[in-house]
């Protein structure tokens, strides 16, 4: 009898200790995620870095800390916003073309905008004729669910002449920071020869685009650097410092607030529905 109330009284502590650690790191994981949207709200609202909470997070988990430090730091640094790809890039095919889609008409047919991003594109891959080229964008044609951005991307630089082997197709995405997550992944699953990556969206998206995918390189240590970007000239379009934060607040894990923030600042086309994004995640 009394060494089966020993057994029991080891197996009770066994319980408690695997019980509380993760009762800690949730409360730590929780403290984290508050000071990380205080952190970029604030810096969305005045333009003011938050050293203090910076500090903190450090404090509780250090790997963090590096992290959104460092996300801060590629937050502040200007983005010099090309019409055409620079040269010096990588010749070979550790350089990606990112491609950001854009909200497809209601029948699935490509707006303009989309077609002039991909003009830019095309004249990126003949540039850079081994680079690979990653489309990304999910279902956002509203009567037709069968088709995506990313597939319609790929068809149209299919037709002129792109090689099929080139092309990377992420179609699950809906939203930049989704663009951002499901991209890098395929590319560090499928691709891990890729190192370097340059953005093309439209003008106004470029900086968001940036900052997302150098932020999601951070979080996820994938070693991607985003090197470069070019990007067609919009007539109009704009995307707030505020709707930056709520992407980063995403990324970070926290949809509903970002999607809270996305509402209020969102300035292009219409959001898709939170639900949907909610399944996506």
């Known amino acids: 009898m009394k060494s089966f109330r020993i057994m029991m009284i080891l197996a009770l502590c066994i319980c408690l200790a695997a019980v509380f650690p993760a009762m800690a790191q949730e409360e730590t994981d929780d403290a984290v995620q508050q000071l990380v949207e205080r ?3 604030r810096y969305a609202t005045d333009a003011k870095r938050d050293d203090e909470a910076l500090a903190k997070i450090a404090e509780i988990d250090p790997a963090a800390g590096e992290k959104w430090t460092k996300i801060m730091d590629l937050w502040q640094a200007p983005v010099t916003v090309n019409a055409v790809l620079p040269e010096g890039l ?3 095919d550790s350089l990606c073309l990112v491609a950001l889609g854009f909200q ?3 029948n699935g047919t490509m707006r303009d905008e989309l077609v002039q991003r991909l003009k830019t594109v095309l004249a990126a891959s003949r540039k850079y004729p081994n680079a690979l080229i990653a489309c990304t964008g999910g279902g956002t044609a509203a009567r037709d669910p069968s088709v995506t951005e990313a597939g319609r991307m790929t068809e149209w630089l299919e037709a002129q002449g792109v090689e099929a082997s080139r092309l990377i197709r992420e179609d699950q995405s809906l939203t930049t920071a989704q663009n951002a997550v499901y991209t890098l992944e395929i590319l560090r699953e499928q691709y891990p020869q890729v190192k370097k990556i340059a953005i093309i969206s439209s003008d106004y998206h470029i900086a968001t685009g940036v900052l997302l995918f150098g932020a999601q390189a951070i979080l996820q240590d994938s070693g991607i650097e985003v090197v470069s970007n070019a990007a067609w000239h919009a007539p109009s379009g704009k995307l707030s410092v505020m709707f930056q934060a709520g992407a980063l607040i995403e990324l970070s894990g926290d949809v509903e607030t970002a999607y809270e923030i996305y509402y209020n600042t969102y300035d292009i086309h219409e959001l898709p529905p ?8």
């Open 90 to 92: 990588p010749e070979d």
């Open 39 to 41: 952190t970029v709200v």
């Open 274 to 281: 939170l639900d949907a994004v909610k399944q996506e995640e």
């Open 104 to 106: 497809l008409n209601a």
